[in-house]
Structure formats: structure tokens, C-alpha cells
């Protein structure tokens, strides 16, 4: 069993690794990264990555996928504990910087200190200071 | 900290959303906030998610949002200044020097809070899109993967693997050195104090003449 942290989510797979990278199931990988593999290449709502040509083989065999080859094709940090059992996926610097070029508030949602849970957009229609804070 | 502004504005159509960087939760968040009884949401950000969306990298940063769920100051220092680095670190005193500056420099910080609050998208306090963007801190590809390091480190010491988390959250520090909240949470996780121990004061020296808080960039403030 693998477990891989990615998005807002921590989630166990079934994963084989080899020398070329780590493979999950279609449904396990659409499920830690958002992305289908379709033939236009990893598509996630309008957007399609196209593979490489030439080099499908390493991205899907037999039906799985290769984690690896598509955090590195989209430039996604992918960073693995030290006996590879657990993994987190993060979304590319080009990505998080478009997001806030767009100047569109990310969304979040995270709880107080009784459990219940607060979103940002609970609070359109109101300025809001986002204020970060620490007892270290 | 925001609790007098909070209810100065409050009817204003006005919030306050603080955030607590605070790996350790709500176990450890709670005494602060009980203290402060703030009546704005105080939330417990376990794995500093706030941080790695809107590119924080130390506490207190603030990003400011409009009705409309838009960025019109992106995140930026709220409202401090980097005094403490005057601070005897044994005794706790700062100097008078210091001590005014940094209560100017929050006046006017929540001065500038103020003057948006009342004056919206004309206060001379809110960025025009352009600039807000220019304002906007980059990310690169090590910061992104010093996020993804610190989200595994942080999971692993959730998970009982202390030591291979306290090696991971060190890596993260190592791709990203700029940010004061993944060491100091590392730090914080590793003993508690640590953050403000001999270490830390130690890094803090070790910056020279870089800045532990980043200036803001806003109308009336000093050049620094």
C-alpha cells in the first residue's frame, strides 16, 4: 500500500514501482491528480497535456500510469519518503502563480478550533483580512 | 491581535480571517485563541495549506480580499517590523527606538485597513489589478517543492515517523530557506521553543542585512 498526499486529500493506493517510476491504476490515478489519460494526452476539465510522441510506452502500460513520468512532464513536485512508501504531489509553480496573477482569491476551507469548518467564499460579500498567525 | 479593528469595523461589512500556521492544531492553537477571545473565525491550518496557496512565508502576513473574493493587496507583512532583531535575546528587552516604531508602523497598517474599509477600491491602500499582480510573490519550482516537502515532513511526523519527518521538514527548509514558517514550524515540531531558541536567533543573525519581514510597499511607509 502506498500513500500519496495530494490536492486536499491523503489517500491509499495500490501502486508497483520499477525503475522507471511508480504505477496506479487509471481510476487511483484520476483520483490523487485530477487528470484522465485520454488520447489527447492527461486531461483535466478543458485542458489536455499532450504525451510525447514516441514515448506513450512510458507513461501508460497495461492500463496503469505512470505517476512519475507525469509529475515530471508537468513539472509537478513529487517527493517520495525515504522507503517510497509515501508520496506528496503538488501542484507546478506555474500553476500556483497563475492562480494568484489572476488575482482571484484561492478557496480554501479549514476549521476552527471547535472542528467547524470555514470556507473563504462563506464570507463573500465582505472585505476580508487573511491574516496568518502562530504560537511558534 | 485583529480583535479591536475586528470590532471597530465589524458592521462595516468587514472580516477578519486569521490563520494559525500551527502543525501541532487545535490542541496547541487553543490557549492563544482563548486568550485573544476573538469573536472573527480563527482557524487552525494543520498543514499550512493558507501558506502554500497564497505564498506566505512567516507570520504575520496578510493578503487582503474584496467583496468579491478578489486579491487587492496580496500577501505582504502585516504590519511589523523587524525590531525583534534588536531584541536582547536573554532578557527580552527591546529598545525604546524599536518599540514606537513598531506601534507606528502597526498604526498605520491598520490605518490603511481602515481607509479601505471605508473607501473600497478607491482607497489608496487597494492595488489596481496590475499592480496587485506585481505585488504577488513568485513562486519557483523550489518553493513549490519545498511545499511538497514540508506536506510529506509534517505527515510523516503525524504518522509516528518523527525522525524521518523532522530529516524531511529539513530538506524542505533547504529548498526553500526564505521561509520563516516552514523552519520555525520544523523547529516548533522538532521541541517546542526551539522556534525562539538559540537556533533561530542564530538564523536570524546569519541574514545580515536581508530582511526577516520584507518591507510593504504602500503609501506613507518609510523606505527600508
Known amino acids: 500500500m502506498t500513500t500519496i498526499i495530494s490536492g486536499n486529500a491523503v489517500r491509499d493506493v495500490d501502486a508497483r514501482a520499477d525503475g522507471n517510476g511508480m504505477w496506479l491504476a487509471p481510476n487511483d490515478f484520476e483520483a490523487v491528480t485530477g487528470f484522465e489519460l485520454k488520447p489527447e494526452g492527461f486531461c483535466r476539465d478543458a485542458m489536455c497535456i499532450p504525451i510525447p510522441p514516441n514515448r506513450a510506452g512510458e507513461f501508460q502500460r497495461g492500463g496503469a500510469i505512470n505517476i512519475s513520468r507525469f509529475a515530471e512532464l508537468t513539472r509537478r513536485p513529487w517527493v517520495g519518503s525515504e522507503a517510497g512508501d509515501v508520496w506528496a504531489l503538488e501542484e507546478p509553480a506555474d500553476a500556483r502563480n497563475d492562480a494568484l496573477q489572476s488575482l482571484e482569491a484561492p478557496e480554501f476551507e479549514l476549521p476552527d478550533v471547535d472542528g467547524t469548518m470555514h470556507r473563504l467564499s462563506d464570507y463573500r460579500g465582505r472585505k476580508v483580512l487573511l491574516a496568518s498567525w502562530a504560537s511558534w | ?224
Open chain 2, 1 to 224: 491581535m485583529w480583535q479591536a479593528l475586528y470590532e471597530e469595523l465589524q458592521g462595516k461589512r468587514f472580516t477578519v480571517i486569521a490563520v494559525a500556521l500551527e502543525s501541532r492544531g487545535p490542541i496547541t492553537a487553543r490557549p492563544w485563541i482563548e486568550r485573544a477571545k476573538p469573536t472573527y473565525p480563527c482557524l487552525i491550518d494543520v498543514d499550512h495549506s493558507i501558506a502554500r496557496q497564497y505564498n506566505m512565508i512567516n507570520v504575520p502576513q496578510a493578503v487582503w480580499i474584496d467583496e468579491d473574493g478578489r486579491i487587492v493587496r496580496p500577501t505582504e507583512s502585516a504590519g511589523v517590523t523587524e525590531g525583534f532583531r534588536k531584541m536582547n535575546p536573554t532578557t527580552y528587552e527591546m529598545p525604546k527606538k524599536e518599540i514606537e516604531e513598531g506601534a507606528a508602523a502597526r498604526g498605520r497598517y491598520l490605518d490603511a485597513i481602515r481607509d479601505w474599509v471605508a473607501h473600497g477600491a478607491s482607497s489608496k491602500f487597494a492595488l489596481a489589478a496590475a499592480d496587485a499582480q506585481r505585488h504577488t510573490p513568485q513562486f519557483t519550482d523550489d518553493i513549490a517543492r519545498a511545499h511538497a516537502t514540508f506536506r510529506l515532513g509534517r505527515y510523516l511526523i503525524e504518522i509516528g515517523r518523527r525522525d524521518e519527518g523532522l530529516r524531511t521538514l529539513e530538506a524542505a527548509t533547504r529548498l526553500d530557506p526564505d521561509s520563516w514558517s516552514i523552519w520555525r514550524q520544523m523547529a516548533d515540531l522538532d521541541t517546542i521553543g526551539k522556534s525562539g531558541g538559540p537556533e533561530f536567533w542564530a538564523r536570524v543573525h546569519a541574514l545580515g542585512s536581508k530582511h526577516y519581514y520584507a518591507p510593504i510597499d504602500m503609501p506613507g511607509e518609510p523606505e527600508r
